[in-house]
């Protein structure tokens, strides 16, 4: 079945820098497009990254644009968030997500909390 893990969360002081990883099984990794969300407390989960199969086609929400970098190892089935400049507003629960025939998959989620 398909599975995705997500890690690398933590705790950083605001201008620090974290990058998660999401390690991907039970499909086809390099055929399907991956994304990165969050949610904060008290809002709704907004995309925050994605990448297409081959990697050739990259999306950033405004907010994280030149800040925050998508990448994907598809021999390693794995997707990257790599976060610079990290700000107390970055603070959420960071989930990756692939649809995969048109039913959508979530991983459990990893916290990143960006705090003096």
């Known amino acids: 079945q398909v599975r995705l893990v997500e890690s690398g969360g933590g705790l950083v002081q605001p201008g620090g820098s974290l990058t998660l990883s999401c390690a991907a099984s039970g499909f086809s990794f390099r055929s399907y497009s991956m994304n990165w969300y969050r949610q904060a407390p008290g809002k709704e989960r907004e995309l925050v990254a994605s990448?297409?199969?081959?990697?050739?086609?990259?999306n950033y929400a405004d907010s994280v644009r030149e800040r925050f970098t998508i990448s994907r190892d598809n021999d390693e089935n794995s997707v990257y968030l790599q976060m610079n400049n990290l700000k107390p507003e970055d603070t959420a629960v960071y989930y990756c997500?692939?649809?995969?025939?048109?039913?959508?998959?979530w991983g459990q989620g990893t916290q990143v909390t960006v705090s003096p």
């Open positions: 997500k692939t649809t995969v025939f048109r039913f959508d998959y």
């Open positions: 990448i297409s199969a081959g990697g050739s086609i990259i």
